[in-house]
């Protein structure tokens, strides 16, 4: 997964739900996101320059992320949490 901005390529910014953000959305919020730290990136502001930070996880949200995370260790042993959401998270 890239960046927001590109290592080999100066003047090139990413933007989408694949892209690594600090911010923590998911899929169209993501999306926009990325897109606004692109923006920044491009016109030389901080990257959360106009970007709100999330709320906490709500307790469903909280459950189901743990829940994941003890069958994904049931199923292939612990794993290094990179403290980033992923889609490949909800997979199994």
Do not use: C, Y
Not at 19 to 28: I, M
Not at 31 to 58: H, K, M, Q, Y
Not at 72 to 88: A, C, E
């Amino acid at each position: 997964m890239p960046d927001i901005k590109a290592e080999s390529i100066g003047n090139m910014s990413f933007a989408g739900d694949i892209v690594h953000s600090s911010h923590g959305s998911w899929s169209q919020e993501k999306v926009f996101v990325t897109g606004i730290e692109a923006a920044n990136s491009v016109l030389g502001r901080a990257p959360d320059t106009g970007i709100l930070p999330l709320a906490a996880d709500e307790l469903h949200v909280r459950f189901g992320k743990e829940a994941v995370k003890i069958a994904r260790n049931i199923i292939s042993g612990p794993k290094k949490d990179s403290g980033r959401p992923s889609l490949v998270d909800f997979l199994f």
